[in-house]
């Protein structure tokens, strides 16, 4: 097993750390390009720090291997530091820039999602200055309600790019709120509304460049909204986005929390562990210690709720996760010894991402996106 630390230079290794398998990554991009045909290109969603996985490392790997064509961000920030690491592939910003931030789409080549002439203008003028053309791409709101032109607006503006000699026009997208549900309605208006607009830009004869619209949940769900390029985000990273969706294919893991045994001590029947003194011994047992709290994105509502998996085992969490550490009820007969390895959740143990989200009344990408800056990310090459 080679290792390899994403991010700054860790000089003193923390035993709570989230460790990346590149090939389960790299397994669910294959998947993800078996199933929806060699030829359909991917833009792998790669912002938030690749949903906490460590964006960089993962985005460099997804492009040499030659199985992601595009990477796509959120902020102008995060496009930049990509192209600092020295990526090449085409970014594709998917919120807007703000007023300042219109000269680094240039500075770093990011190619903006775009949804109103004042925007398109101001990018213009930019290029004009640098006289260049700019490449963006068409947001379409047909229900998502976030950016994105009124599908009636879309063949206009798509003219008025089409016709500036300092845009390109590179591709044509939707977004779906509800592709991950059982029920279907919605995403297949929204998908009729958007085929329907797209062919009325083509009517004019305008190029559309790139179709796109789906996310993780169409990728699995709606194979009639595919087109030229699919944007996956969670199941890249091993998690179903919603506990509905359907499974049509595998996807594995790619981060285990991970932490250690920090000290163990024995408590007496009544003994209450941790703030507010809110769990309660049953009986004489062992607790451990962790090194790992909220501030890590050990979520405190996993208080007395939360499970880990240490030597293979379940034990519980006893009373209120900490900042920095929380407290495991380990029993009375465990052979548990401080430096044994904690697993929070994730990888191969029997604590997923996904159960996680659901204890804590939430989706696995805030999960992930939780796991602090504290916590080093170790890319793992080889199986966990
Ligand atoms: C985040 C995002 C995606 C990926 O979404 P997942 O549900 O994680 O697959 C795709 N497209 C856009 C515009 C996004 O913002």
């Not at 530091?81 to 919120?95: Q, Y």
């Not at 029947?269 to 709290?293: H, N």
Request: glycine share 8%; proline share 3%; with cysteine.
């Amino acid at each position: 097993m080679h290792c390899e630390v994403s991010g700054d230079n860790i000089v003193i290794m923390r035993v709570t750390k989230a460790l990346i398998s590149e090939d389960n990554f790299l397994y669910n991009l294959r998947n993800i390009r078996e199933k929806t045909g060699k030829h359909r290109k991917i833009c792998i969603a790669v912002k938030a720090d690749a949903y906490g996985h460590g964006a960089a490392a993962l985005a460099g790997r997804a492009v040499e291997t030659a199985s992601a064509d595009y990477l796509g961000v959120a902020a102008v920030s995060e496009g930049a530091a990509l192209r600092e690491k020295g990526l090449k592939a085409p970014i594709l910003l998917f919120s807007l820039a703000s007023s300042g931030e219109t000269g680094e789409l240039f500075d770093f080549d990011i190619t903006p999602f775009t949804a109103d002439i004042s925007y398109l203008n101001d990018i213009a003028k930019e290029a004009q200055k640098r006289g260049v053309r700019k490449t963006v791409h068409l947001k379409i709101d047909t229900g998502m309600r976030r950016i994105g032109c009124r599908p009636e607006e879309a063949p206009l503006i798509a003219e008025f790019i089409s016709e500036n000699k300092n845009l390109k026009l590179g591709g044509i997208c939707t977004h779906f709120p509800v592709s991950d549900t059982r029920d279907r309605e919605f995403t297949e208006n929204q998908i009729a509304l958007f085929k329907n607009t797209v062919d009325k830009i083509r009517e004019k004869k305008i190029d559309t460049g790139l179709v796109h619209a789906a996310n993780s949940g169409a990728i699995l769900q709606y194979p009639e909204a595919w087109f030229d390029m699919v944007r996956p985000g969670i199941i890249l990273y091993g998690s179903y986005p919603d506990t509905e969706t359907e499974k049509t294919f595998d996807i594995k893991p790619v981060m285990t929390f991970e932490s250690s045994v920090l000290f163990i001590k024995k408590v007496k029947k009544g003994d209450r562990v941790s703030y507010g003194l809110t769990w309660e011994a049953k009986e004489d047992t062992f607790i451990a210690t962790i090194p790992a709290g909220y501030a890590d994105g050990y979520n405190r509502l996993l208080s007395s709720r939360g499970k880990v998996e240490i030597n293979g085992s379940l034990y519980p969490v006893a009373g209120r996760v900490c900042m920095d550490q929380f407290m495991v009820d380990i029993g009375n007969n465990s052979s548990i010894k401080t430096g044994d390895k904690v697993i929070l959740f994730g990888g191969n143990s029997a604590v997923s991402g996904d159960s996680v989200a659901q204890l804590c009344g939430t989706i696995p990408y805030e999960i992930y996106c939780n796991i602090n800056k504290r916590v080093p990310r170790i890319i793992v090459q080889g199986s966990l």
